[in-house]
């Protein structure tokens, strides 16, 4: 079974950059699609973006200047970089599976993220 | 982008039969997609693709609709189906959530 699994620091200070490692096991990220969903505090969800098995990426257009996905196959990792984070980025950050470019069928457990000096 | 508009908030008995509506602020064909999530865990998928049960979830659970307006079914409901449900598309860019509905259960 595909399990992923969410890394990183829980504390960015504003106009710095996030940077988040999702870890799979079970699959290899050369094959399917990868994705970043963020939870906002009040429940609403924006996906980010995600990266093919090639390698290509997409991203959110309202997220385009600052986002970048990249992967490290030889550790089965891909990652999230966001710049210039503002207190509006908080928010609990998922990686997850891709079924075709369609639905997220495994998820990880999240990791909170807080922007804040 | 498309706005998903779900009810924020229903409230159910044991047994009952619960529809979830999700209403697209234009057309999405059949690609919409629906997950559960509880307090403290990740989200679940339940239907993908308007009417197709994922993997595992049990057949109390269903889902219908294309176009603009979609709904989940859960018949009967149980006590553990309390959570938060949302829809997602993936016909139009960007992919795009509804603000999700709080199911509790009386």
């Known amino acids: 079974e595909v399990q992923l699994q969410e890394s990183g620091p829980g504390l960015v200070k504003p106009s710095q950059s996030l940077s988040l490692t999702c870890s799979v096991t079970?699959?290899?990220?050369?094959?399917?699609?990868w994705g970043w969903i963020r939870k906002f505090p009040g429940n609403k969800m924006e996906w980010m973006g995600y990266?093919?098995?090639?390698?290509?990426?997409s991203y959110n257009p309202s997220l385009k200047s600052r986002i970048s996905i990249t992967r490290d196959t030889s550790k089965n990792q891909f990652f999230l970089q966001l710049n210039s984070v503002t207190t509006e980025d908080t928010a609990t950050y998922y990686c997850?599976?891709?079924?075709?470019?369609?639905?997220?069928?495994?998820w990880g457990q999240g990791v909170m993220v807080t922007v804040s000096s | 982008d498309t706005v998903l508009t779900q009810s924020p908030a229903l409230a159910v008995s044991p047994g009952e039969r619960v529809s979830i509506s999700c209403r697209a602020s234009?057309?999405?064909?059949?690609?919409m997609h629906w997950y559960q999530q509880k307090p403290g865990q990740q989200p679940k998928l339940l239907i993908y693709k308007a009417s197709n049960l994922a993997s595992g979830v049990p057949a109390r659970f269903s889902g219908s609709g294309s176009g603009t307006d979609f709904t989940l079914t859960i018949d009967p409901v149980e006590a553990d189906d309390t959570a938060t449900y949302f829809c997602q598309q993936s016909w139009n860019d960007p992919w795009t959530f509804g603000g999700g509905t709080k199911l509790e259960l009386k």
């Open positions: 234009e057309g999405v064909n059949s690609y």
């Open positions: 997850a599976s891709i079924v075709g470019t369609d639905y997220f069928d495994y």
């Open positions: 990266m093919s098995y090639s390698g290509s990426t």
């Open positions: 079970g699959y290899s990220i050369t094959s399917n699609y």
